[in-house]
């Protein structure tokens, strides 16, 4: 099934985050409304420079999951718990992240628009029914549907 969901298994590495959000409540608002996002973590941990991450990741379905419970600066949680319960101190360690910002699936403009207005360092967002996506590592383009497609302030993904 090539529409938008190869690109599920590129990613090969936890550290991929989809990009900052002021807090937990936003990386998880951010999933929620990522159609292809089933699993989020906030890293909050302190840099060497004393400022804190403030990374959002999004964790599809298909990755191996390994919860690690008790995790000072880190909260994660799941679109299956009661909205009440979907914050906890813990983290997802996954064999694949969703790799990054340019893997947003939203349903609307509106959707997009709000994780456009959550993320840090964006600059807004565009929306398309249907995009064509250059796949790293693979010849052609991949037809995404609901392609959210985040401007950072620096560059367009």
């Keep these: 099934m090539k529409l938008g969901l190869s690109f599920l298994f590129l990613g090969n590495a936890s550290a991929n985050y989809m990009f900052h ?4 409540f936003e990386c998880k608002a951010t999933c929620d409304l990522n159609r292809v996002c089933q ?3 906030f890293d909050n941990r302190e840099t060497e420079d ?3 991450r403030h990374e959002c990741h999004h964790h ?9 419970k008790n995790q000072p600066n880190f909260r994660c949680g ?4 009661p909205l009440s319960q979907r914050s906890h101190e ?3 360690q996954y064999s694949t992240d969703l790799p990054s910002a340019r893997y947003i699936q939203t349903t609307s403009k509106v ?3 709000k994780i456009g207005s959550m993320c840090k360092e964006c600059d807004g967002a565009q929306w398309y029914r249907y995009h064509d996506v250059e796949v790293d590592g693979e010849e052609g383009k991949e037809k995404i549907p609901g392609h959210c497609s985040i401007r950072f302030k620096q560059e367009l993904l």
């Excluded at 599809?60 to 690690?68: D, E, G, K, Q, V």
Aim: hydrophobic share 30%; with cysteine; charged share 25%.
């Design 21 to 24: 959000t002021q807090g937990e």
């Design 39 to 41: 699993f989020w973590t």
């Design 50 to 52: 004393g400022k804190r």
């Design 60 to 68: 599809h379905i298909h990755a191996s999951i390994n919860l690690i």
């Design 78 to 81: 799941s679109m299956s718990e």
């Design 90 to 92: 813990c983290r997802f």
């Design 111 to 113: 959707e997009c628009d």
